[in-house]
């Protein structure tokens, strides 16, 4: 039998044959990747000729190919269609990409040719792009120890590996406690609910294998379950288990990995001479330092939590209108807010959703790209990894760009959230490579041979995941470590969180929001409500997401706190939390911070990067419209082909001409008079 995953893909566009490909295959390929890229980094190191950019930093470039490549299967289906076995991969091979990754920054012939390079820069005649590239790989290289010496080296080893493991730890007990809570409802139970949450509450039913309907931790049901259950003690149970999740105790429980993974984030910073993790963090950020984040966030905290204080009395008040009365809490919230919502704005969700079909919607996400930047989308049939996963073909001018394939249901084996990844980037080097793209979302699945119905909230989500898509497809540099999304991570929320500006543009909705039965358009009156209820509850949304941006930027500012759960509380009570509104994400299911190291010190970087977004589409608006071409090709020009080539504050200011200020996010959430 030969290992598919070793085999040269003779498929359509390289795409990875799915449908070949067995579990028991990856232990075998990843042994045997990881050995050829050992030897391509070896060969590196000891290559007796001098350094030369080519030799040296072009070969680190393409080195590891082969493990990449496989890589890029393994995680497509480790997060999206996991199981015991890929659990098991996942947690065997996270030490030995750690240990691998170590060794290439702690192999000291490679880095002496890196430096020689570096200190002789001047004199090599690079491009900036290739100027731009050693810089990375020199700071790369400087940041994971290259320069620590002695017991200081082991020892940054021995902590990155076991933060890797933790890491893995930790998203996995998440995902069991996401899989194992599940509320059984009787018929008196669904009071309140409209059909399509008693629809997908049906499905997370027979997904278990349950006769009734069932609530579940996954976004798509708890959220419309908590703005619509009447049940005031149902709401209760089921969203103290929503924000339990990874507290539960026992083996599942993520309290001590959190206080374990910043206390060792802290002493790799001091390794290598950072006086704490968020100054080692914000070094390579837009941001830069952590002052300059926590000025951000205090200028927005306070307008958002005026406002936030100020619908809390209404929804109280609404509350003990209703003979509940209580405090409100942060199981009220959701439904007096729906209920407020539909009288004041009367905007009834469980009315626009016929509206918003999956389908159309993917429709109109291509129809805008079609729009500014000339994209063609058609159908591939290709085997995939799971049945619900679609494929297309992405061309400009009948020339091939990207292979783009959406991954749009929730299910047990998926972890929660939205995303976008790339099993294969662009690059130059060594022949054009063209990427290969996913969009994952967790919408819930329709019953059979029904049309898939999102929200609102689930559209935009899939316009910001594919705005994150274009970023990798238009992606047009030489060198991969460069390319696509690989930008700064305060930056690279930009092109997601600003595609989602388009969903909002009338003539789109009027196109593609048709109605899943008779066709017809939305109605007029309710697209206008629908627009104008865009910023409805944000001071709710930006207070829920600040708390979660200040208490990860505390986390790792100075010392690692002793009992984290202890330092949020502190850190709540200090910003006056209001008391109805929970964190977005609190610590024992913060994925994005303690998952990896992705997002921590650094989740601040979704308001950071709206700040731009905010100010990008106000440029559109200026220059006669949402669609205007020159716009257009200036953002793809500087940002969305030009991945990591330039520094982001450089890419910004040669699009717009100049740095946005806070005041555009504040007038697009509709807080600019609060506070
Ligand atoms: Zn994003």
Redesign the pocket.
């Known amino acids: 039998m030969t290992n598919a995953l070793l085999s040269d893909w003779s498929t359509p566009f390289g795409l990875p044959p799915f449908d070949a490909i067995k579990d028991a295959d990856f232990a075998p390929a990843f042994d045997a990747a990881m050995d050829q890229a050992r030897a391509e980094i070896a060969a590196i190191a000891d290559n007796p000729a001098a350094p030369t950019f080519t030799n040296t930093i072009e070969a680190l470039e393409l080195a590891g190919e082969r493990l990449d490549r496989m890589l890029g299967v393994f995680y497509a289906l480790a997060g999206t269609d996991s199981n015991e076995a890929r659990e098991a991969l996942q947690r065997a091979f996270a030490p030995k990409l750690s240990a691998y990754s170590s060794e290439i920054t702690l192999n000291a012939g490679l880095f002496e040719r890196i430096e020689a390079l570096w200190q002789g820069r001047d004199a090599l005649g690079l491009t900036p792009e290739q100027a731009r590239v050693l810089m990375l790989t020199r700071r790369g290289f400087v940041r994971a120890g290259a320069q620590v010496q002695g017991a200081g080296r082991d020892r940054l080893t021995a902590v990155k590996s076991r933060l890797a493991v933790l890491g893995t730890q930790f998203s996995q007990n998440l995902l069991g406690d996401e899989r194992d809570w599940f509320m059984e409802l009787s018929d008196a139970d669904l009071a309140g609910l409209p059909d399509f949450v008693v629809t997908a509450a049906r499905a997370a039913g027979q997904d278990k294998g349950l006769a009734g309907p069932v609530i579940t931790l996954s976004r798509s049901i708890i959220v419309p379950f908590l703005q619509f259950s009447t049940r005031r003690d149902l709401r209760e149970r089921a969203r103290r288990a929503w924000v339990a999740r990874g507290a539960n105790g026992g083996q599942t429980d993520n309290r001590a990995i959190a206080a374990e993974i910043l206390t060792l984030r802290h002493e790799r910073a001091q390794l290598l001479g950072y006086a704490d993790f968020a100054s080692y963090k914000l070094e390579t950020e837009m941001a830069g330092t952590p002052g300059r984040v926590r000025d951000l966030l205090m200028q927005v905290w306070a307008p958002a939590k005026a406002a936030a204080q100020a619908d809390a009395a209404v929804l109280e008040q609404m509350m003990h209108a209703d003979g509940v009365n209580a405090r409100l809490e942060p199981w009220d919230w959701r439904f007096y807010s729906e209920k407020r919502r539909r009288a004041e704005h009367d905007l009834d969700e469980a009315a626009i959703k016929p509206y918003l079909q999956l389908d159309r919607m993917i429709e109109a996400a291509f129809d805008v790209a079609h729009r500014l930047f000339g994209l063609d989308f058609a159908p591939l049939d290709v085997p995939l990894y799971h049945p619900d996963a679609r494929a297309w073909e992405v061309t400009r001018g009948g020339r091939h760009m990207a292979v783009f394939i959406g991954d749009y249901f929730a299910r047990g084996s998926k972890r929660s959230g939205?995303?976008?990844s790339a099993s294969r980037s662009q690059r130059k080097l060594g022949g054009e490579v063209r990427p290969i793209v996913h969009n994952v979302c967790n919408f819930a699945k329709p019953a059979a041979g029904q049309p898939a119905l999102l929200s609102y909230d689930d559209a935009r989500t899939l316009f910001?995941?594919f705005?994150?898509a274009l970023h990798q497809m238009l992606s047009d540099v030489t060198y991969p470590s460069i390319s696509g999304t690989s930008v700064a991570r305060d930056f690279?929320?930009l092109p997601?969180?600003l595609y989602e500006h388009w969903l909002e543009v009338p003539q789109v909705l009027a196109q593609f929001a048709t109605h899943a039965e008779t066709g017809a358009p939305m109605p007029r009156d309710m697209l206008e409500r629908l627009l104008a209820a865009a910023t409805y509850d944000m001071g709710f949304q930006t207070v829920e997401y600040v708390a979660s941006a200040m208490v990860d930027l505390a986390f790792h500012e100075g010392a690692p706190p002793a009992d984290p759960m202890v330092a949020q509380a502190q850190v709540l009570e200090q910003m006056g939390m209001p008391h109805a509104i929970g964190m977005r994400h609190a610590t024992p299911h913060f994925a994005h911070v303690f998952s990896g190291d992705g997002y921590s010190a650094g989740y601040y970087s979704?308001m950071w990067s709206e700040v731009m977004d905010a100010d990008a589409f106000a440029a559109f608006e200026e220059a006669g419209g949402p669609f205007d071409a020159a716009t257009a090709k200036r953002l793809e020009r500087f940002i969305l082909s030009a991945g990591g080539s330039a520094e982001a504050e450089v890419l910004y200011t040669e699009f717009r001409g100049r740095m946005p200020g806070v005041q555009a996010l504040l007038k697009g959430r509709g807080l600019a008079g609060a506070a």
Do not use: D, R
């Open positions: 939205a995303w976008c910001h995941e705005g994150h690279v929320e997601s969180q979704y």
